[in-house]
């Protein structure tokens, strides 16, 4: 059975497990150094080659597309970095290696050359495939019994995740921008090694959770080992091939058909993987409608990040270049804006947590379907803020800062109404031996948004700010009425799920 408290004394952490600390402070720190290395990297890519701080001096096109494939990647490695935890190595292991190579990617990066600037993104692509997934998971089972006391724990750890996302630009963004990009790159790796640090120091109080429950021999699981590194690694290998052949000239892609290819690949690949289950199977009716909501919330969320995720491309391009950041005669860094979403989190979630309770009460809280219509109608209305306010920016007539501020208060209240409702929905949507897949699914949902984003932001080369941000808001307020409109029927097909 899980041990849930393993501390001496039957100490707590906020009356809760013990283990919930080491888990919050590691989530808090991987986040720290993930979220801090984000605000930098296309500020850094697109930085000039000349001057005191040089960056890479790549067009926004280019940066945007590698920002975009960097961040789906993330999310597309956390499939096989949850197979690695259950198969071969236990949850617990799983997160001590990911933050491990998490650390060597940012350490990597912060060498100085464009070959350990890219050899690092795929570390930490590599690690955080095998941390993000795994560590939540954790915390679960530290609550065996499950209920209201599991969902108090994961609203603990959701602060830690946020804190972690405040702090890391505040701090990274002040060194990299103002005094080296790669001592930002840096500071990342050293918050990694912290969290690595507390986390060996509190393994103790995890007590079973997180430990391989495989009941494969030693010898299966060796066999299962060679089997998957073996295709993982030569998979790496042909990428890195196949890199190396376009880079040269070989094969005739540039950076963004590569990342619109990956788009429309993994589209494909979802619709197909849905038609299969749908028709060969073996669900019931009931089963299969419930399934094509979870096809429609992959639609919507996609469509979500799409937009949501510019805030480390084309919105904090647009902090760097058009926003005035003079405080009390100070310069902030651009990436500081970066920390206003998470800050806004720790505000509202509480907020947003009672008034759908408060809601249910009077039976008035919006279907599942309604309120993934209602957080892209959200997005849309903080795109058209920003929109209104780019519509005069120059470099010579910087805009407030509050444009901004507005914009990722209305993002921020988009992302509470969408995000953590449609994550619940699919537990409860998904057929018992489909969780897995369907939370896969949602994470795909996540990656497809962000390898768009980049996209979309890489059309700051050839359109005004402006322009961009109006066509965003308009596309995806569009999407947020056809959901509105498509929510009834949505919600006949979920049954008796709420």
Avoid at 1 to 16: E, L, N, Q, Y
Avoid at 247 to 273: H, K, N, R
Wanted: charged content about 10%; proline content about 4%; overall charge neutral.
């Amino acid at each position: 059975m899980t041990t849930t408290t393993a501390s001496p004394g039957g100490k707590t952490f906020f009356g809760h497990p013990r283990g919930l600390s080491t888990l919050f402070f590691t989530e808090m720190w991987e986040r720290f150094s993930y979220y801090g290395m984000r605000a930098l990297l296309i500020l850094f890519m697109t930085a000039t080659t000349m001057g005191d701080n040089p960056g890479m001096g790549l067009d926004v096109a280019t940066a945007a597309a590698i920002y975009g494939m960097y961040t789906a990647l993330v999310y597309i490695l956390a499939l096989p970095g949850g197979w690695v935890a259950d198969n071969l190595w236990g949850q617990q292991k799983a997160v001590f290696v990911g933050g491990s190579i998490i650390a060597a990617g940012h350490f990597t990066m912060a060498v100085g050359t464009d070959f350990t600037f890219f050899l690092g993104m795929v570390f930490i692509i590599m690690g955080t495939g095998l941390l993000k997934p795994n560590v939540s998971t954790v915390v679960g089972e530290l609550y065996p019994e499950g209920g209201a006391r599991r969902d108090a724990g994961f609203s603990i750890f959701y602060m830690g995740i946020n804190i972690g996302a405040w702090l890391g630009p505040l701090i990274t963004n002040t060194l990299g921008e103002n005094y080296n990009w790669h001592w930002g790159f840096g500071a990342a790796g050293v918050g990694m090694v912290l969290g690595l640090i507390q986390y060996k120091m509190g393994a103790g109080y995890l007590g079973d959770a997180g430990k391989l429950k495989s009941t494969d021999s030693p010898e299966e699981i060796s066999r299962k080992s060679r089997i998957f590194f073996g295709s993982f690694f030569g998979i790496v290998a042909a990428t890195v091939a196949f890199g190396y052949l376009v880079s040269i000239g070989t094969i005739d892609l540039t950076i963004t058909q590569i990342a619109e290819y990956m788009g429309y690949g993994v589209l494909i690949m979802v619709a197909l993987f849905f038609i299969y289950i749908w028709t060969l199977g073996g669900h019931t009716v009931e089963e299969n409608k419930k399934m094509g909501v979870i096809f429609w919330l992959f639609i919507l969320i996609a469509i979500f990040w799409s937009g949501f995720e510019q805030a480390g491309s084309s919105l904090n391009l647009f902090a760097q270049g058009l926003t005035e950041r003079s405080l009390f005669g100070i310069q902030m860094p651009a990436g500081w804006f970066q920390s206003v979403n998470p800050m806004f989190i720790i505000l509202l979630a509480p907020v947003f947590g009672m008034l759908w309770v408060w809601l249910e009460k009077r039976n008035a809280d919006p279907s599942i379907p309604a309120k993934a219509g209602m957080g892209l109608l959200g997005l849309s209305m903080g795109f058209f803020v920003l929109a209104w306010g780019a519509a005069n920016a120059t470099a010579d007539n910087l805009v407030s800062p509050a444009w901004l501020i507005v914009t990722y208060f209305l993002h921020t209240c988009g992302e509470l109404t969408i995000s953590p409702v449609g994550l619940s929905a699919i537990t409860k949507l998904s057929p018992e031996r489909r969780v897995g897949q369907m939370m896969g699914i949602w994470f795909v949902g996540a990656a497809m948004g962000n390898l768009f984003a980049g996209l979309v932001a890489g059309r700051l080369d050839s359109t005004t700010p402006s322009t961009l941000f109006q066509q965003v808001a308009m596309i995806i307020g569009a999407a947020g009425i056809v959901a509105l409109l498509l929510s009834p029927q949505v919600k006949k097909l979920m049954g008796g799920v709420r």
